[in-house]
């Protein structure tokens, strides 16, 4: 029986819901999943430039954990450019480093401090937000 996954730390949820591909009129596939914890080695290892061993300390996973979420991550992007394919962004086995918000009118995400208690969006004030997931 395999070993049950571990939480992989994500300091920031991704700021998108997915990706459409743009002018293509071929029926629509499935979506290719990108999970947070993928999104989160991918911003590592390519926009922030870490080492696979500062990012997969960062979160808090062994260097060869990470380096198949990263492979698994760049697999699934190839995959979905290649097949003209959406991208989706999916919770995944991610644990939040903090808690993060989301604004359902004008899609900021935001986290609150603990001393504040009013939950609202610091973009549009709107009181309808929700806790991500």
């Known amino acids: 029986m395999a070993r049950p996954k571990s939480l992989r730390k994500v300091v920031k949820p991704p700021g998108f819901k997915g990706y459409k591909p743009y002018g293509h009129q071929q029926r ?4 290719v999943d990108l999970l947070y914890e993928e999104y989160e080695a991918l911003k590592l290892a390519d926009y922030d430039l870490m080492t696979h061993q500062e990012a997969s300390e960062i979160m808090g996973i062994s260097r060869a954990t990470f380096a198949r979420i990263y492979e698994g991550a760049r697999q699934k992007i190839a995959r979905a450019f290649v097949e003209v394919r959406e ?3 999916v919770y995944g086995h991610a644990l939040l480093d903090k ?3 989301v604004c359902n009118r004008c899609f900021a995400r935001f986290t609150v401090p603990e001393t504040i208690k009013e939950r609202n ?4 004030k709107s009181y309808n937000v929700e806790t991500v997931k």
């Open 121 to 124: 969006c610091p973009v549009c």
């Open 99 to 101: 808690s993060w918000l």
């Open 28 to 31: 629509r596939q499935k979506p």
């Open 87 to 89: 991208i989706k962004a």
